[in-house]
């Protein structure tokens, strides 16, 4: 049996590693992020990963970071035929990366090279991109910058949101790896270098990045949102209280309103100006501290009525 260490932490990796097991491939072990806490009580949580692992009795190895670490002494010890990442998030030194008989490579979400880095996915929907893919790709100590053995692309749609591709792209990436792997160790595989004059990047996403600026058109707005849906989510300064926007609707209508004012309030509908003279209706909000909403029951709880006209989110 061709044996692999198995490298991986949230869901998106988990069918793939699942994917593994059942095609008969040795797992030898499974690296994964410590257990974190999770929710308002703060329960420590294993990684969707490890609950694969242990489902199925695989050794789970869990270090703060893999680097110098008795865990990579572990794993460097298993010599496996292959190290196979998935959205495991961090640096793999060099001599674990040798280790791996056959080779070191690491599921991608992204047609590299574009969108290395942390935040793939969530760059490919801000960004109102057509489509998107999975890289298999060999792993170097650059990040992301292995040469492609495998690639296969994906259509975005306009309903897609961050969560809806990362469950396509593991299946597409969990497809293509088990069709990769027998050709890797066969030898019949072409590797292709990476253009390095197309790479862009797409850095884990921070905090201030979060705001939604109502200055850009609806369409990109609307992008936004389904960019940040369901995590880390997005927000806007709504009438001086932070609102999550969860589900929007790009109109067609056009407006002379300048960006971040009403244009229409009826008792079920709220519409606001944006960029570029466009109009964007809001379906589901949640205020800071509340749950989420529907319109018509924020608009029904509105004590302050919203006039046709007024600057009600902060630019």
């Known amino acids: 049996m061709t044996s692999i260490v198995f490298m991986g932490t949230p869901e998106f990796s988990a069918p793939i590693l699942e994917a593994l ?7 030898k072990a499974v690296v994964t992020q410590p257990d974190r806490p999770v929710g308002r009580k703060h329960v420590l949580t294993a990684s969707p990963v490890k609950k694969v692992a242990v489902a ?13 670490s008795d ?4 794993a460097i010890e298993l010599a496996p035929d292959f190290i196979v990442t998935a959205a495991f998030g961090q640096f793999l030194p060099t001599k674990l990366l040798k280790s ?9 979400a992204s ?33 992301d910058a292995g040469d492609i053995i495998s690639q296969r692309e994906i259509p975005i749609e306009k309903t897609d949101d961050v969560g809806s591709m990362f469950d396509k792209l593991s299946l597409l990436g969990r497809d293509l790896l088990l069709e990769t792997l027998p050709k890797l160790i066969a030898g019949d595989v072409q590797p292709v270098p990476q253009d390095e004059s197309k790479v862009t990047f797409s850095p884990t996403i921070k905090p201030a990045e979060e705001e939604v600026d109502f200055n850009m058109s609806a369409e990109m707005i609307d992008a936004k949102i389904r960019g940040l849906r ?9 009438s001086g209280t932070r609102t999550k926007l969860w589900d929007v609707t790009v109109l067609p209508e056009k407006t002379e309103l300048t960006p971040g004012k009403v244009v229409v309030h009826e008792k079920h509908r709220l519409v606001l100006s944006t960029g570029d003279h466009g109009t964007l209706q809001i379906n589901e909000l949640q205020l800071a501290g509340k749950p989420k909403q529907s319109i018509t029951d924020f608009l029904n709880g509105t004590e302050d009525a919203l006039t046709e006209g007024e600057q009600v989110v902060k630019l």
């Open 21 to 27: 097991i059942q095609n008969h491939y040795d797992v």
């Open 56 to 68: 199925h009795n695989i050794e789970v190895l869990q270090p703060e970071k893999i680097g110098g």
């Open 71 to 74: 865990e990579m002494a572990q």
């Open 100 to 108: 791996a008989k056959i080779a070191a490579v690491n599921v991608h």
């Open 111 to 143: 047609l590299l090279p574009k969108y290395r880095g942390g935040a793939p996915v969530h760059y490919a929907v801000m960004n109102n991109d057509a489509k998107t893919g999975v890289s298999i790709i060999y792993m170097v100590k650059k990040m």
């Open 230 to 238: 369901p995590f880390p989510t997005s927000y806007i300064i709504l």
